[in-house]
């Protein structure tokens, strides 16, 4: 069972939009690190704003003029907003009360800016066509593509470039969009090897790797849906996300939709 499961859902819908009320939708959940509290922040604030609790604390080029949600700590892994749930999770939990998102749409975007130097992740929980669930995980820290096939559900994780401030930048924010169904094959092409014990043989490993593969099947084949979406710390957002076709059912929606999903800049500081 999933949120949208049934429904007819148009060829766009928006999650997230940090200058709506409530700028965070009923759909998305917070967490903050306990560990943390004092530093682990989840703000709705204005782009410019120089609180002295956040980061960064003085105006950036490129700075916008929008309110956007602020999402800091200084573990990354620990403070998130997340909408829906793994589908993986909600059958094993015995159906909690968050449900998978059920989004058959397959492309995600999002509009975010990292704070600072620090790196900032996310992730999209997707299900295939046999209703077998992958997350997708895109990492400014992480260096090359790599599965890690012996999770449940099993993660891709991939690298995800910044940019660096400069000065010839214009901005720190990025619109980032995702094909999840040209993402899915990744689980079964990219190379994957499983961690091998110490003074065991090539022939043990390989039969331990048969067993741990056939505990966790990969997805493949057709996307069916996005069960949830989860961005860490540290970064800003402002907007996420699904559409059909990417940039083509974007493009289909005309010019009025151009310049609200527009990013317009801020007075430059003094």
Known sequence: MSLLAGTIQPPLMTLLSSTSQPSLSPLFRL??????????IIRTIDDTSEDPELVPR?????????????IQ????????????????????????????????LGWVHLQVKRLG??????????????????????????????????????????????????????????????DLAALLPLFQSLPR????????????????????????????GRFASISCIRVYANCRVRRI??????QKTMDGMGRALKDEWGLYAAASAP
């Not at 700590?73 to 909690?96: E, H, M, V």
Request: glycine share 6%.
């Open 73 to 104: 700590s200084p573990d990354n892994r620990s403070t998130y907003i997340q909408a829906g749930c793994l589908k993986t999770q909600y059958d094993r939990y015995n159906k909690q009360d968050i449900q998978p998102l059920g989004i058959e």
């Open 193 to 220: 090897r499983l961690p091998s014990s110490n003074g065991s043989s090539d022939e043990e490993d390989n039969v331990r790797a048969q067993k741990r593969r056939k505990m966790v099947e990969l997805p493949s």
């Open 117 to 178: 130097r620090r790196e900032m992740s996310f992730e999209v929980g997707i299900v295939d066509a046999r209703g077998r669930e992958g997350v997708v995980r895109c990492s400014s820290f992480q260096q090359t593509p790599k599965v890690h096939a012996e999770r449940s559900p099993p993660l891709i994780h991939l690298p995800l470039a910044l940019p660096q401030q400069g000065p010839t930048t214009l901005t720190q924010w990025l619109d980032i969009s995702l």
């Open 31 to 40: 967490h903050v690190d306990p560990k943390r509290p004092n530093g682990s």
């Open 241 to 246: 996300w699904v559409t059909a076709e990417g």
């Open 58 to 70: 003085h105006y950036e080029r490129g700075d916008i003029v929008h309110r956007v949600i602020h």
